[in-house]
């Protein structure tokens, strides 16, 4: 009985050619943005809830991830319409510089249209894409009136006298 013989150089280049027709994907473990303290503030400052006025609108979070990111990759942090839809989700903030960082911190600001008390963030990525779990909801308010209220007790626009109590 005569032996098959093995063609080596045959055998390489099928397992090389097999190699590169074959898609490796990477994936990506995405956690829920958490808030984390703003380093231009002093003092612990992570927000329980966001409220924004003209002269204060910058947030911070932190974002996780596990998983092989590829070097084209952009993370971008969305935030949900107030009741936590996802639907048609707003652009916070994307990173394209932390593609080796498993752990990492980036500001956003809110729109001027935010208001309500069920906001949700996530965190997608572009390359591989991948999106992550929603955070718990959160109350936040853009105040967009930043001027003193004047209220009359009777709407004329006069202000009451006040008399001491001493």
Not at 107 to 121: I, K, V
Not at 124 to 129: M, V, W
Not at 132 to 157: E, I, K, Q, R, V
């Amino acid at each position: 009985m005569r032996q098959k013989r093995i063609n080596i150089p045959r055998t390489i280049l099928t397992a090389f050619l097999v190699l590169l027709t074959t898609q490796i994907s990477a994936q990506i473990a995405l956690q829920a943005p958490v808030p984390a303290d703003n380093p231009n503030l002093t003092g612990t400052n992570t927000w329980p809830r966001a409220c924004a006025d003209t002269d204060f609108n910058e947030f911070f979070v932190t974002i996780e991830w596990a998983g092989a990111a590829n070097s084209d990759n952009t993370f971008i942090l969305e935030l949900s319409d107030p009741n936590g839809s996802f639907g048609t989700p707003l652009e916070l903030s994307t990173v394209s510089d932390q593609n080796n960082n498993n752990e990492f911190t980036t500001s956003f600001n809110l729109p001027q249209n935010t208001r309500g008390a069920n906001y949700m963030m996530r965190v997608r990525s572009t390359s591989p894409a991948s999106t992550g779990t929603a955070s718990p909801g959160y109350s936040m308010y853009f105040l967009g009136f930043d001027t003193n209220l004047h209220m009359s007790p009777d709407g004329d626009g006069t202000t009451p006298k006040f008399t001491s109590l001493r």
